[in-house]
């Protein structure tokens, strides 16, 4: 996979320059990219865009991005997206782990470093691609 030309990917953290980071580095591999500033526009944007990959920042105020993950796997139009859990307090995974839900697809700590991130989504896609056949 060269590229993510074939890709829309929303990309969820309320903080404005580690959202602009991931949007970047995404958009420079030519992925369609949509920003959520919150869970709630997030949960809104991925009902009405169906993107094939979340990035979901966990620590969020009003709806924090657990609980996006939970209301995700627990919708049946949205539970196959794949989630990439992006946090800079890795104590926070418990939020995703403790739940009744699939584990994510991927996780990222904070920061990120671009190396990373481009091989985290990319093999989450790839992986998807194929389990969707």
Do not use: W
Request: glycine residues 4%.
């Amino acid at each position: 996979m060269a590229d993510l030309s074939n890709y829309k990917i929303l990309v969820v953290d309320d903080d404005p320059d580690a959202r602009e980071f991931i949007s970047t580095v995404l958009g420079d591999e030519q992925a369609t990219i949509i920003e959520a500033r919150d869970g709630n526009e997030a949960m809104e944007l991925a009902r009405s865009e169906k993107p094939d990959l979340v990035t979901l920042d966990i620590s969020m105020p009003e709806k924090s991005g657990a609980q996006v993950y939970a209301e995700m796997r627990e919708d049946p139009e949205l539970k196959n997206i794949p989630v990439c859990i992006v946090s800079g307090q890795p104590e926070l995974r418990k939020l995703i782990y403790q739940r009744i839900v699939p584990p994510p697809d991927g996780y990222l700590d904070k920061p990120i470093h671009e190396d990373n991130l481009l091989m985290s989504v990319k093999k989450i896609l790839v992986l998807a691609s194929r389990s969707n056949r």
